[in-house]
């Protein structure tokens, strides 16, 4: 699973600009020279708690920024199940290299001895894995060998490998099958256990996608656990974009990047985040070049709900968004990943390098892709607009998956637009907003360009409108019941209608459920933002403007008497919003939810 776990500690690198994370690694890191391709960091999983006032740690997080969060907001604690203090005494390696190397180095030098794994406790002795009373039993199937015959290994991590096998019997038999065979010996500590459950949980409710690795069954004895998978004999992604010099042609990666926002936009409508997408994790079916592409390991996967916030630091550096870092994040996180990968696509390098993880963390945070080099000067403005949509630090104003599919850069491909899970959000929180938050909304929809309504179009029809051209909860109802998966429908279904209860009562035409689904913060990534804002105004000036006093702005903004002097410069001499405080009181108050999982 390749997994690591630990504190972060204030330690500086030659970066001298973001701390340096200690943690134990298990297994040998290479070191050699790598190009910007030839190598793919490991996967990090860094489950931190987050220190108290008291504590005598330095801040985690780059110099100067005591906390990601903004001023007033506290830091969310960790999951109860992460682990209390542990320290580590080694640095983060820099970045290894990807598996086909490693495989090669392997077989060069021999596989180095692994180190023991384990908690270590606050006093720093070792605690031998067998005393540990942890509960090892899964409740799986515990007949592997007779539906199963194991054959070749074709892979290997640090906590198991994977290996040809063919059914025995039933529907299975004589079917050739690919098993993740996960060694119990390894799980060394309740987090390791949970998240084998969690993977095989994750892999038994997402079902039905043909870009989806296909789950048969999980199996275990007393030495193992057993995933049972469709079996792709393809490679992966990595391997083929190494193969053709390291990049696509646009039309060529057009094709590749549809097939990873589908099957990523249906992760998110059933409330999974992968949390490792990148280009190892992507394999084909077969060798032909038209093969379709499977999404792999959801060891890293997780559920979370529309407004939930994560907090654990996972994933692999190159291709973890900034939010991650900052740990508070949601399923925006999987869309810069995506961004990180069209990137490549197109122009064969990865928009952040360095050469340890820190100066990677650092490079995201801060720097900006390059899009001045060759080969950018010959790439299409609308695929760099595609990808520098996917990749703006600001979480909010990246497009959804399924927003993305309508992008004019893939218009030429014609994929089919999946429901967006998106939409229900916004739509909930259209129905809770005030009259005068509404009216504002309802101007700007009036203002956004062609494109943008293609997105909000493909989502109305999805709701098979009534014969009078409108929605009501019965629609989104039984457009959500359609495309979930019977897990989504026990576990997430009610929350979502309950929270647009509002909705039973009335119905919703286009225009107005333009207003509803549409994003604010995503029409401020475009370049035409200030002449969309320009144009709502005047809408809004002539329908929905009125006198407003200081007070009913800060409550309809949900921010105190401190506020008021900033409120003040929104509101004219007449009483009523000037085009800035149209835009600002649009925008909101940047003040994150507290919502996040404890």
């Not at 038209?290 to 979370?304: E, H, Q, R, V, Y």
């Not at 790439?379 to 979480?395: G, P």
């Not at 009913?552 to 008497?561: H, I, K, Y």
Request: contains cysteine; glycine residues 6%; aromatic residues 8%.
């Amino acid at each position: 699973m390749g997994q690591c776990y630990g504190k972060t500690i204030p330690t500086t690198d030659n970066d001298n600009d973001l701390p340096t994370t200690i943690v134990t690694v298990a297994g040998q890191q290479h070191q050699h020279p790598q190009s910007p391709l030839q190598s793919s960091t490991a996967t990090t999983t860094v489950k931190n708690t987050p220190a108290r006032s008291s504590s005598p740690w330095a801040s985690p997080y780059p110099h100067g920024l005591s906390s990601p969060l903004p001023t007033g907001v506290s830091p969310s604690p960790a999951r109860s199940s992460t682990p209390g203090r542990r320290f580590f005494k080694r640095p983060f390696p820099p970045p290894s290299p990807a598996k086909h190397i490693k495989a090669s180095l392997a077989r060069r030098f021999g596989h180095p001895k692994q180190p023991r794994e384990g908690p270590i406790p606050e006093d720093g002795t070792a605690i031998e894995p067998e005393l540990q009373s942890l509960d090892k039993i899964f409740g799986y199937n515990k007949n592997f060998g007779a539906k199963y015959e194991l054959g070749k290994e074709i892979g290997r991590g640090h906590f198991g490998h994977t290996c040809h096998a063919k059914g025995k019997k039933g529907e299975l038999k004589d079917q050739a099958l690919a098993v993740k065979i996960i060694s119990k010996v390894k799980m060394t500590t309740a987090i390791s256990i949970e998240d084998v459950r969690r993977e095989v949980k994750i892999l038994r409710a997402l079902s039905g996608h043909k870009h989806l690795i296909h789950f048969y069954d999980a199996c275990e004895d007393a030495n193992n656990v057993y995933i049972v998978m469709e079996l792709c004999e393809g490679g992966e992604l990595l391997d083929r974009i190494l193969s053709r010099g390291g990049r696509y042609t646009e039309a060529d990666a057009k094709l590749i990047i549809v097939q990873i926002l589908s099957v990523v936009a249906f992760c998110h409508l059933q409330g999974v985040v992968h949390r490792d997408l990148k280009p190892e994790n992507f394999l084909f079916m077969s060798k032909s070049e038209d093969a379709d592409m499977k999404l792999i390991d959801f060891g890293l996967s997780d559920f979370i709900r529309p407004e939930e916030r994560l907090n654990d630091i996972v994933g692999s550096a190159y291709y973890v968004a900034p939010e991650v870092l900052h740990r508070s994040y949601s399923l925006e996180a999987d869309i810069w990943s995506i961004g990180v990968i069209s990137y490549i696509l197109l122009c064969g390098s990865r928009p952040f390098w360095a050469r340890s993880e820190s100066g990677i963390f650092r490079a995201v945070l801060r720097a900006d892709p390059n899009f001045d080099d060759i080969p950018w000067p010959s790439v299409s403005l609308e695929a760099k607009d595609f990808v520098k949509r996917l990749l703006n630090k600001d979480y909010r104003k990246r497009m959804s998956a399924a927003q993305a599919l309508t992008h004019p850069w893939l218009s030429s491909e014609s994929p089919p637009i999946p429901l967006d899970i998106l939409i229900f959000k916004l739509v909930k929180s259209y129905l809770h907003a005030s009259p005068f938050k509404r009216a504002a909304l309802k101007a700007l929809s009036k203002a956004v360009t062609e494109n943008e309504l293609i997105y909000l179009r493909a989502q109305f029809m999805l709701l098979e409108p009534n014969k009078d051209g409108c929605v009501s909860l019965d629609n989104f109802r039984t457009a959500l019941l359609r495309n979930a998966t019977d897990a989504m429908k026990e576990s997430r279904v009610p929350d979502i209608l309950n929270a647009m209860a509002p909705l039973s009562y009335r119905k919703m035409d286009f225009e107005e459920f333009c207003a509803a689904a549409i994003s604010t913060y995503q029409l401020e990534a475009l370049d035409t933002w200030e002449q969309i804002g320009s144009t709502a105004f005047e809408f809004f000036e002539q329908e929905g403007n009125r006198t407003v006093s200081v007070e009913e702005l800060a409550r309809e903004l949900n921010v105190g008497p401190t506020a008021h002097s900033i409120l003040k410069d929104w509101i004219r001499s007449d009483g009523k919003l000037s085009l800035l405080g149209y835009t600002k009181f649009l925008h909101g108050v940047t003040l994150r939810s507290s919502n996040t999982r404890h």
